[in-house]
Nanobody, 128 residues
Framework: QMQTVESGGGLVQPGGSLRLACTAS????????IAWFRQVPGKEREGVSC????????NYADFVKGRFTISRDDAENTVFLEMVGLQPEDTAVYYC?????????????????????WGHGTQVTVSS
């Protein structure tokens, strides 16, 4: 079973940047597909970005394209989400999710139902 811990959230002004980290318990991170989701109270959890196992092909939701970048550091067992140009509508709890990469083919999905293992989340607040 994969366990992940998110970090890096906080309060930032509009236009600012943050880098979120998802640190995994498994040493062979490349075997897992990792995704970032976010959720605000009263709304469904929405997919932000994901990174496929193996070749680390990325996928992004339209609303973050050009602003967020996902990457993986295998030596640190960590997946990062670099966020720039943050806006108040990006305020949410950001979750890291993971799934065995052998069960997901093609472009990694941004549907929460495709991931079994979830972290506890990190709060991102964008406000002046």
């Amino acid at each position: 079973q994969m366990q992940t811990v998110e970090s890096g959230g906080g309060l930032v002004q509009p236009g600012g940047s943050l880098r979120l980290a998802c640190t995994a318990s498994q040493s062979i991170l490349s075997l897992y597909t990792i995704a970032w989701f976010r959720q605000v109270p009263g709304k469904e959890r929405e997919g932000v970005s994901c990174l496929s196992s193996g070749d680390a092909t990325s996928n992004y939701a339209d609303f973050v394209k050009g602003r967020f970048t996902i990457s993986r550091d295998d030596a640190e067992n960590t997946v990062f989400l670099e966020m720039v140009g943050l806006q108040p509508e990006d305020t949410a709890v950001y979750y890291c999710a993971s799934e065995d990469g052998r069960l997901l083919s093609g472009v990694c999905p941004l549907r929460s139902a495709d991931y079994r293992w979830w972290g506890h989340g990190t709060q991102v607040t964008v406000s002046s």
